[in-house]
């Protein structure tokens, strides 16, 4: 059922497993490491804290969607620095997960998407107004309470920072 649409989508790794377990120490170190707001997105887009799901809504999710689907590519990066190129290919990097997401659910499978950092969708996120485009919003991995360092080493795939290039994972849970 994943194929026709994953053919649509070059250059990018995917891996099916299932989906990640709640774990209350997880989801307090997402949430802490959301609040110390490195990225710059707290609360202020649906996709991060306090406007992402909370704990109790994370949990049925994560139990509700029991499969995922790993989606991960390697970028090159002239300067780890600039965060304008770092910008653009994380923006570029999450519409790719959402173009599949709702492709899924084109195809008749309901499904979660998680990526790196806040929801990238809207120019200007609307929270803490209601989501303009809720059936386009990117959930951030850690505002899931999901390490992704533990995760990807779960199933076979190594986390790693590199000097010229940067490898951006996303998750999309389904059942």
Not at 35 to 41: A, F, I, L, P, S
Not at 95 to 104: E, G, N, P
Request: proline share 6%.
């Amino acid at each position: 059922m994943w194929d026709p649409i994953l053919s649509e989508f070059k250059g990018l790794e995917f891996r099916f497993t299932d989906s990640p377990k709640h774990s209350e120490d997880s989801y307090s170190k997402g949430l802490a490491l959301c609040k110390e707001n490195k990225c710059g997105c707290y609360g202020l887009t649906w996709g991060c804290p306090p406007g992402a799901p909370g704990k109790d809504e994370v949990k049925t999710i994560l139990s509700t969607y029991r499969k995922a689907l790993v989606i991960f590519r390697e970028f090159p990066v002239s300067d780890m620095k600039d965060g304008e190129e770092l910008g653009r290919i994380s923006k570029g990097f999450q519409d790719m997960i959402r173009d599949i997401s709702l492709k899924a659910r084109s195809a008749g499978i309901p499904n979660f998407p998680l990526g790196d950092g806040g929801c990238m969708f809207c120019e200007k996120c609307s929270y803490p107004e209601p989501c303009r485009f809720p059936d386009r919003k990117v959930i951030s991995v850690s505002a899931m309470g999901i390490d992704m360092e533990t995760f990807l080493g779960s199933i076979g795939i190594e986390f790693e920072f590199r000097k010229d290039s940067v490898t951006l994972y996303g998750i999309i849970l389904f059942r």
